[in-house]
């Protein structure tokens, strides 16, 4: 079982940063990806970022230049920093983290309970 937490959310003016953070915890042997997706109201789940553990990083062409991912692999934690916020980053932002269990090849692909940030006025 592994477990993800996150942290960071809050209420931010537009043009404002914000930073996020997310740990993994339980049984991990190893993680392959972290990353963050986002899901605004009456739309669907989507991805905003994610590194594997080989570095390659991904990013939602809506946020790129924007918000930049870290990866601290010691510490199984992932962080989102988040530049220039506009009112269209308003979404409840989950956690997300794939890997490995065991030597043997046990998969997990597990989720945060979700942050919430609001990008407001």
């Known amino acids: 079982q592994v477990q993800l937490v996150e942290s960071g959310g809050a209420l931010v003016q537009p043009g404002g940063s914000l930073s996020l953070s997310c740990t993994a915890s339980?049984?991990?042997?190893?993680?392959?990806?972290m990353g963050w997706y986002r899901q605004a109201p009456g739309k669907q789940r989507e991805l905003v970022a994610v590194?594997?553990?080989?570095?390659?990083?991904d990013y939602s062409d809506s946020v790129k230049g924007r918000f930049t991912i870290f990866r601290d692999n010691g510490l199984n934690t992932v962080y989102l920093q988040m530049n220039s916020l506009i009112p269209d980053d308003t979404a409840v932002y989950y956690c997300?983290?794939?890997?490995?269990?065991?030597?043997?090849?046990?998969?997990?692909?597990?989720w945060g309970q979700g942050t919430r940030v609001t990008v407001s006025s």
């Open positions: 997300n983290a794939a890997g490995y269990t065991t030597h043997k090849g046990d998969r997990f692909d597990s």
């Open positions: 339980g049984t991990i042997y190893s993680i392959v990806a």
């Open positions: 590194k594997t553990s080989g570095g390659s990083t």
